[in-house]
Nanobody, 125 residues
């Protein structure tokens, strides 16, 4: 059974940094897609970063690339999201999601089958 467990969310002031973690387990294959999404109140779920564990290439949202950096610990099956220069607009529930089959849209929420419970990030001005 696939499980995704997020951690690391917190309340921080604008300009601060956070590192989120997503621990993935239960995959029968070592190659799968795992991604970060976020959902702010009143907004649609938004793709942040995605990685295919098979080749390790990371895909980023154009609007967030530069401030947010994803990295993968293949040995521990953990996807990290380093978030710097946080802004109040980054306030959201951050979710980890995964799928096994190939996707041409790694940052589309509709492509993902497995979801974690989310971790809350709140940025105050």
């Amino acid at each position: 059974q696939v499980q995704l467990v997020e951690s690391g969310g917190a309340s921080v002031e604008a300009g601060g940094s956070l590192r989120l973690s997503c621990a993935a387990s239960g995959f029968t294959s070592s190659s799968y897609w795992v991604a970060w999404f976020r959902k702010a109140p009143g907004k649609e779920r938004e793709g942040v970063a995605a990685v295919y564990t098979g080749h390790g290439r990371i895909y980023y949202s154009d609007s967030l690339k530069g401030r947010f950096t994803a990295s993968l610990d293949r040995d521990k099956n953990i996807l990290f999201l380093e978030m710097n220069s946080l802004e109040p607009g980054d306030t959201a529930m951050y979710y980890c999601a995964a799928r096994v089959a190939f996707t041409s849209g790694p940052l589309r929420p509709s492509e993902y089958i497995y979801w974690g419970q989310g971790t809350q990030v709140t940025v105050s001005s």
